[in-house]
């Protein structure tokens, strides 16, 4: 089983909708959560930090459910630059362990 | 500020032959990752390094070497390569003073083994 797994979509948005993906993590002891982006191509790169409490960053609203272990990413009025892959990312105990879900593609259209 | 630099940005290899990829970082961190991403899949971790002097193996670390020459860099070295070798590899490093640091990238290196 993957310690970390994402829908891969591709979600097709029109510009201005709102857009959720979810991401599921298997070990309990997993530490620290992060929204990534990546664009075709290119070197991921940090969206946000998903803290206990949830949080957001303008448009964008990161949820942690420990229960259930998932997080989740809301993003609303959805820019024609939002589309990219956004890959879910957990670090458990062990500190300098990561695990990338597969991505999950987001294609915004006019 | 470079952040983190890869070297080189492609390469195309013949199976068998050798080659290091280079890793600088400039953010002084402690810790560094080697990781490979193919399609369709996420990152998966080769290698890492959580201080100079000291690595540690990863996910996927069959038939990769690393070193941690000093705190800026930490190179990948593939000995003899093989077309299931051929990926995208990212380096990327980060602060290890504490939870929730997140992981910063360099542009990686496109790897086509022939």
Redesign the interface.
Known sequence: RKE?EQD?GPFNVPEGATVAFNCTYSNSAS??F?WYRQDCR?????LM?V?SSGNEDGRFTAQLNRASQYISLLIRDSKLSDSATY?C?V?IYN?????????TKLNVKP | NAGVTQTPKFQVLKTGQSMTLQCAQDMNHNSMYWYRQDPGMGLRLIYYSASEGTTDKGEVPNGYNVSRLNKREFSLRLESAAPSQTSVYFCASREHSALAQPQHFGDGTRLSIL
Do not use: R
């Not at chain 1, 290119?42 to 940090?46: A, G, Q, Y």
């Open positions: 970390v891969p530490q620290s992060f290119k070197e991921p790169k940090l930090s803290y890959l990312v670090n500190f300098n362990k990561f695990y990338f879900g597969s991505g």
